[in-house]
Structures are given as structure tokens and as C-alpha cells.
């Protein structure tokens, strides 16, 4: 379903910018010593494959290059080096609510999110309802996105996403915004998702979840992967790592 091969992702760091026109006449007369380039690699010759209908945790601490490897897998970035394959339609849940223009209302946002993630306005009109029943704002459709509370961006923005049953569905920490309420609601329709066969790539700090939801896990530590394996040894591991 998924074969990341040999994966690896550099960043250049330190890369001096003339940012006014003021720094680029002081640096004409300035004697100015050449930087070197910095170079960061989030991820280093990461290698794995996803089976059909399989649930991947990725646990690691923050700057581990998790939420870079799902960009990549989600064909939001490229790698500098290796391929990604996948075989099936994506829904990436990672930054929800990146497509929303926030002077517009619910409403248009609903149809404007819609288009970016590919669905048809025949489509979004077909499940218009559904959409605003799970994401309970009745009451706010006509109301600029700009007014709302983020827990409220997230609640639309996770009911437009999860509208159609992917065959692959990539989540960064998605189940842990919003109110409680909403989180266990979540849940369940990510549940319901996982039941339908769907194949999920799963970022979480939630080691509760990682090991309630998952099959496999992935640590990665420093861009690399550390180990893979069963949840519960996996993130028992993990813990203990991070206690030290």
C-alpha cells in the first residue's frame, strides 16, 4: 500500500537575507564574510512499507522528523533523496484548516476546503448536511471563520476532511485538539475509518492512543528510525527513554 525508500530530507539553515533596502546598501559598503550554508536533515535513509488496511503509529520526541516524513508520504513536500509509493486516494489530516479563508463564512469555507481536497461541488452538496450535523455549528455557517474559536476551525475542518472513506488517511496529532467531547468523536470516526479497511499513518504524544489504535509502531529519533515494532513494547520503551 506504502514503500518509503531510502528517505531523507535536507533543510538549509543560516542563509543570510536582504530583507530592506536599507540592509542592501549598508552590506554594498560592508565587508561581509561568507556563511557557510547549515545544513539540517530531518530525516535520514528512513525506510518501511505499509500493508493494506495496517495502522502505523509514529511516536519520537519533538524534532524527530515525524510530522516531515507525513508531509513527504502525503506529497506535501519532496524528498531530497528517495521515493515515496503509494497505491490508493490520500486524505491528509495534518494541518487542519490550512485552505480556510478566514474572512469567508462557514458556509463558502465548506465549498472552498472541499475544492482543495479534490471533491466536486456536486459532492459537497451532496453531503452538505452530514458535514455541518458532525461538525455541530449549525448555528455558525453564516459567521466569518475569523470569529471562530481554533477548537471550532478544527471541528469544520476535520468534518470536510473525513466527508469521503480514503483508502489512506495520514493524521499529525489531529485527535488531540479540540473539547474532549469532540476528541472521543474523533476517535470513533477514525475508528470507523481503520474498521472499513482504511490504512492510517498516525502521529500522536498520546502513547494511550498510539497503542489503543495501532498495529505497528514507528520511533524515530534525530530523522532516523530507531526501532519498529509491537505498540506496547515500543511505547513502554519510548517512555522510558523520555523519563531519562
Known amino acids: 500500500m506504502i514503500k518509503v525508500k531510502d528517505v ?6 543560516g542563509i543570510e537575507k536582504n530583507f530592506s533596502i536599507k540592509l542592501f546598501f549598508i552590506n554594498l559598503f560592508k565587508h561581509k564574510e561568507k556563511k557557510a550554508k547549515k545544513e ?12 493494506k488496511g495496517e495502522v502505523i503509529g509514529f511516536v519520537g520526541c519533538n524534532g524527530a522528523g515525524k510530522s516531515t516524513l507525513l508531509k ?7 524528498p531530497t533523496k528517495g521515493v515515496v509509493e503509494k497505491y490508493g486516494n490520500v486524505c491528509p489530516m495534518i494541518e487542519l484548516g490550512a ?6 463564512t462557514a458556509r463558502e469555507n465548506i465549498y472552498l476546503n472541499g475544492a482543495i481536497l479534490g471533491y466536486s461541488k456536486e459532492f459537497i452538496n451532496e453531503k452538505f448536511d452530514e458535514i455541518v450535523e458532525f461538525s455541530e455549528l449549525k448555528d455558525f455557517l453564516d459567521v466569518p471563520v475569523r470569529n471562530f474559536s481554533s477548537g471550532m476551525v478544527t471541528r469544520l475542518a476535520f468534518s470536510i476532511a ?3 472513506d480514503p483508502e489512506i488517511l495520514i493524521v499529525d496529532e489531529i485527535l488531540s485538539v479540540g473539547d474532549i467531547a469532540f476528541q472521543q468523536k474523533s476517535e470513533n470516526k477514525m475508528r470507523t475509518m481503520i474498521k472499513s479497511g482504511t490504512t492510517v499513518l498516525f502521529v500522536s504524544h ?6 489503543s489504535l495501532c498495529d505497528r509502531v ?7 528510525i530507531k526501532k519498529i515494532g509491537d505498540p506496547k513494547e515500543i511505547c513502554e520503551e519510548y517512555e522510558k527513554y523520555m523519563m531519562k
Do not use: C, H, P, Y
Request: charged content about 15%; aromatic content about 12%; overall charge negative.
Open 8 to 13: 531523507s530530507m535536507r533543510f538549509n539553515l
Open 40 to 51: 539540517f536533515w530531518a530525516l535520514k535513509n528512513v525506510d518501511f512499507e505499509v500493508n
Open 72 to 78: 513527504i508520504v502525503a506529497g506535501v513536500m519532496k
Open 99 to 104: 485552505g480556510f479563508d478566514m474572512d469567508l
Open 162 to 164: 473525513t466527508i469521503v
Open 206 to 211: 498520546s502513547v494511550a492512543q498510539i497503542q
Open 218 to 224: 514507528i520511533w524515530l529519533e534525530n530523522g532516523s
